[in-house]
């Protein structure tokens, strides 16, 4: 099957709500047809409703950064998926690599929310880093084997292929250094091979996998020209409606 391509957005915590609507008009009427190749915008929490308002009746997809695994309860500050699903939301990035970092997240964490998400109707977008660290001591291996295997543990095999993957290495994440194009096909062909062993060929050549770490307009299309890269996912680049514009349109 063909993998339609996703070029993706991660605002992480950046805009004002205000800004985030004017950006949404902004790219809205200058966006590829959803069958050809997907867009995709990942924003603050409270910007969401309003920016899917904004965007009804486009191509334009809008995407939360987080979820909680579970559906409602005593979680004060959390965000239901199912909640989102309800708002119109379509994804949701999961494992972001500053989550794990900085929120302390575990890939057993990870993994209730992929399988919360997936039961709520969402498509999560999970995030497998690697550290540059694992790399020089050659491990890299392990490290991005045992993030999916842990990730999409358990998974129901019609749900695999709504998982999008983001391999992103940590050191070229907001760092202008991306990845060179071949060891990004690498990485991503791992992860192919990883979700093949799990479930099988014929899923795993379903599900998209996207590259992350500085991508811009210059580099986008020799990295998504690569067999096993389907799409990006742009933290910096997104920031600016014209630059996003250059990388959905590259
Ligand atoms: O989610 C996006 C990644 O963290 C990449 O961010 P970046 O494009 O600013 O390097």
Redesign the pocket.
Known sequence: MMRSPIVAG?WKMNKTVEEAVEFVNQIKNHLPNPDVQETVLAAPTIALVPMVKAAAGTPLKIAAENCYYQDAGAFTGETSPTTLYSAGIHHVILG??ERRKLFNETDHLINLKVHAALDAGLCPIVCCDETMGRRVAGKKVHWVVSRILADLKDLKPENVDKVTI?Y?PSW????GESMDPDQAEEGCYLIRQTIADMYGDTIANNVRILY????NSDNINQLMASQDIDGV?????SLDPQSFLKLVNH
């Open positions: 991660n972001h690599s983001a992103e070229a994440i907001g760092t992350g770490g500085s991508v996912l742009a933290g910096g680049a």
